[in-house]
């Protein structure tokens, strides 16, 4: 009998698919959709995943002087706000260079490029040093990592101490009723919208299928927790369909 590694398993989305091909398969998810993510995401949630964006920087409460490392940052929508709410500077870092491009693009972020730095590397291996920013964020980024364990705990490292990391991502909704229609929602009318405007219904078929695999809001307040971060709470925004979860990095 000859000893073959063994292989090891991981969902993507409803799939389970060998560890090591998932974080290529996000990528081509990511790069096929990258030039029509920001308007697929006002589409899909009738605007509303900008109210939960302002809801993650109200709990953030950004000041001048701090630094943000917003991971998993994508075309920048996080770092924007950081920026226009009084922080001083963001350094994006996301997997991706074509969300990174098609961020690096916008108008409204060129008013602000001296301020940010974007970095193509994996939340799971940061190329920054232990202790760089008083804040660290994922917004919907969390859910498409490999290793979520892994990237929470160098989330935790790239902080200073006395630091906040804050997680927004889907959850679980809190009402039956309001979930069975969700569910039609997002498994029925989503990739269609996905055929329709970014020519790609796999990929938001994969985003249903990935927000239902993902860890509820106490499970990955545990995770926070095992990943040494203190006074781990959440927040539901509407009903459940989003969380923000918060920890910090005692000194
Ligand atoms: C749904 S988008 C979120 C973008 C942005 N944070 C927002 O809220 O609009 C998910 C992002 O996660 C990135 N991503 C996936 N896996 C990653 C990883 N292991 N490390 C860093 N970024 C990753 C993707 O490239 C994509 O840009």
Not at 43 to 60: E, I, P, Q, T, Y
Not at 212 to 240: C, K
Request: charged content about 25%; some cysteine.
């Amino acid at each position: 009998m000859t000893n073959q590694p063994k292989t090891e398993w991981i969902d993507f989305g409803f799939e389970t698919v060998p560890v090591k091909e998932k974080q290529s398969r996000v990528a081509d998810v990511f790069s096929s959709v990258a030039s029509s993510y920001d308007i697929m995401n006002d589409l899909m949630s009738g605007g509303v995943h900008r109210l939960w964006k302002d809801a993650l920087m109200d709990w953030l409460a950004p000041c001048k002087g701090q630094i943000l490392i917003d991971l998993a940052g994508g075309t920048g929508d996080i770092a924007l706000r950081f920026l226009k709410r009084g922080g001083s500077h963001v350094h994006v870092v996301d997997i991706n260079p074509d969300m990174i491009s098609a961020g690096k693009k916008r108008s409204d972020i060129k008013a602000y490029s001296n301020q940010l730095d974007w970095t193509v590397a994996s939340a799971e291996d940061i190329p920054l040093q232990t202790g760089t920013a008083e804040r660290v964020t994922i917004s919907f980024g969390l859910r498409n990592v490999t290793n979520r364990d892994v990237a929470l705990r160098e989330a935790f490292r790239v902080l200073k101490p006395g630091g906040r990391f804050c997680c927004l991502e889907f959850s679980t909704v809190q009402n039956a009723t309001f979930s069975k229609l969700y569910d039609l929602w997002s498994f029925n009318a989503m990739p269609q919208l996905g055929r329709m405007v970014a020519r790609d219904e796999a990929a938001y078929r994969y985003l249903a299928e990935s927000i239902r695999t993902f860890p509820a809001q106490h499970d990955l307040a545990r995770m926070m927790s095992e990943a040494g971060f203190a006074q781990v709470r959440f927040r539901n925004l509407s009903n459940g369909i989003a969380a923000i979860h918060s920890g910090w990095k005692l000194d």
